[in-house]
């Protein structure tokens, strides 16, 4: 069981969620007696903040709008030991929490990932599952394999975790970026299995299947293109090189063969090409000496912080 002397804080974020906040709260508080409930609303216009203050939390406002800056304000404002944050849809199990908390404690981890089970149809919708497959996979194959379900809204972290973590999104693609910086930075984490339950009545999914789903894929272009700049910029260099010579070849074969060069704007665009080619991959060279600079300055961020807590 988990330790009561730790200090634990349950980060709820939410917009229009009056139908599920309440559930989200009292489960929360009886899976957790000791912790405190932070509830951060996000411009809703339903009554969310007076349901979710009714029901204990205590309430708090994100004016910029989007998931990313409302974790951006949590991890700054909130001082805890243990942080747990759920989406306040009350589809994930609060009574998983003690375990996860447990097992960040005891294994000396710094992020547990809640591994959705869902108990239901209704629950993960077809296009989400497969968007998650898809988007998962590509995040294992380019910042090696550590995560089944990459987008989960429950995750318990360590103080060292949330309080070195530079929070860069600004809606969901949130998820993303908490575990590509685990993995860049070899932070030990764990999935544990939780059920996944169906909205309840009343409460809709604010997740956009194809929106969204580019718009991660698109965070994870940019965190790839940032933290391995070398690979990026060498895989362009190598593309336009064999493009570049795609196109010299018929010229260098009409020149061997008549002595003239008749295709002069397909050799001036075939020799631009791998002029760029060069310049992509020095790029990647310098860009590869930054990277590892700024990756020193986030693990020398995350090791300024007081060591985990221990069982």
Not at 18 to 34: G, H, N, Y
């Given at each position: 069981?988990?330790?009561?002397?730790?200090?634990?804080?349950?980060?709820?974020?939410?917009?229009?969620?009056?139908?599920?906040?309440?559930?989200?709260?009292?489960?929360?508080?009886?899976?957790?007696?000791?912790?405190?409930?932070?509830?951060?609303?996000?411009?809703?216009?339903?009554?969310?903040?007076?349901?979710?203050?009714?029901?204990?939390?205590?309430?708090?406002?994100?004016?910029?709008?989007?998931?990313?800056?409302?974790?951006?304000?949590?991890?700054?404002?909130?001082?805890?030991?243990?942080?747990?944050?759920?989406?306040?849809?009350?589809?994930?199990?609060?009574?998983?929490?003690?375990?996860?908390?447990?097992?960040?404690?005891?294994?000396?981890?710094?992020?547990?990932?809640?591994?959705?089970?869902?108990?239901?149809?209704?629950?993960?919708?077809?296009?989400?599952?497969?968007?998650?497959?898809?988007?998962?996979?590509?995040?294992?194959?380019?910042?090696?394999?550590?995560?089944?379900?990459?987008?989960?809204?429950?995750?318990?972290?360590?103080?060292?975790?949330?309080?070195?973590?530079?929070?860069?999104?600004?809606?969901?693609?949130?998820?993303?970026?908490?575990?590509?910086?685990?993995?860049?930075?070899?932070?030990?984490?764990?999935?544990?299995?939780?059920?996944?339950?169906?909205?309840?009545?009343?409460?809709?999914?604010?997740?956009?299947?194809?929106?969204?789903?580019?718009?991660?894929?698109?965070?994870?272009?940019?965190?790839?293109?940032?933290?391995?700049?070398?690979?990026?910029?060498?895989?362009?260099?190598?593309?336009?090189?064999?493009?570049?010579?795609?196109?010299?070849?018929?010229?260098?074969?009409?020149?061997?063969?008549?002595?003239?060069?008749?295709?002069?704007?397909?050799?001036v665009l075939s020799m631009g090409l791998m002029?760029?080619?060069?310049?992509?991959?020095?790029?990647?060279?310098?860009?590869?000496?930054?990277?590892?600079?700024?990756?020193?300055?986030?693990?020398?961020?995350?090791?300024?912080?007081?060591?985990?807590?221990?069982?």
């Amino acid at each position: 069981m988990t330790t009561p002397a730790l200090r634990i804080a349950v980060l709820v974020p939410c917009f229009n969620e009056e139908a599920a906040v309440a559930t989200v709260v009292s489960d929360f508080r009886k899976a957790l007696p000791t912790a405190q409930i932070f509830v951060y609303d996000n411009n809703s216009r339903d009554r969310t903040i007076e349901v979710a203050r009714a029901a204990g939390a205590i309430v708090r406002s994100e004016r910029r709008q989007g998931k990313g800056h409302v974790v951006r304000r949590m991890f700054a404002d909130i001082d805890a030991d243990v942080y747990v944050l759920v989406d306040g849809d009350a589809t994930y199990d609060a009574p998983s929490a003690p375990r996860m908390i447990d097992v960040l404690v005891k294994d000396h981890l710094d992020m547990v990932v809640g591994f959705r089970v869902d108990q239901s149809v209704a629950a993960y919708r077809p296009g989400h599952r497969t968007g998650n497959w898809m988007l998962t996979s590509f995040l294992s194959n380019v910042f090696g394999q550590a995560f089944n379900d990459i987008l989960s809204g429950y995750r318990v972290f360590s103080r060292r975790f949330v309080k070195s973590f530079p929070v860069l999104s600004d809606g969901f693609e949130i998820e993303t970026e908490l575990s590509v910086h685990a993995l860049e930075l070899a932070l030990p984490v764990m999935e544990v299995e939780t059920p996944y339950y169906a909205r309840p009545e009343g409460s809709f999914s604010k997740l956009n299947t194809w929106r969204d789903g580019f718009r991660i894929l698109g965070t994870i272009l940019k965190l790839y293109r940032s933290e391995k700049p070398l690979r990026f910029f060498t895989v362009i260099g190598i593309f336009l090189t064999l493009v570049s010579i795609g196109l010299a070849i018929p010229v260098i074969v009409t020149y061997l063969e008549e002595g003239i060069v008749p295709r002069l704007p397909t050799a001036v665009l075939s020799m631009g090409l791998m002029i760029v080619a060069v310049l992509s991959v020095s790029s990647g060279l310098v860009l590869d000496t930054v990277t590892r600079g700024r990756r020193e300055m986030k693990l020398l961020a995350y090791l300024s912080q007081p060591a985990r807590v221990s069982d």
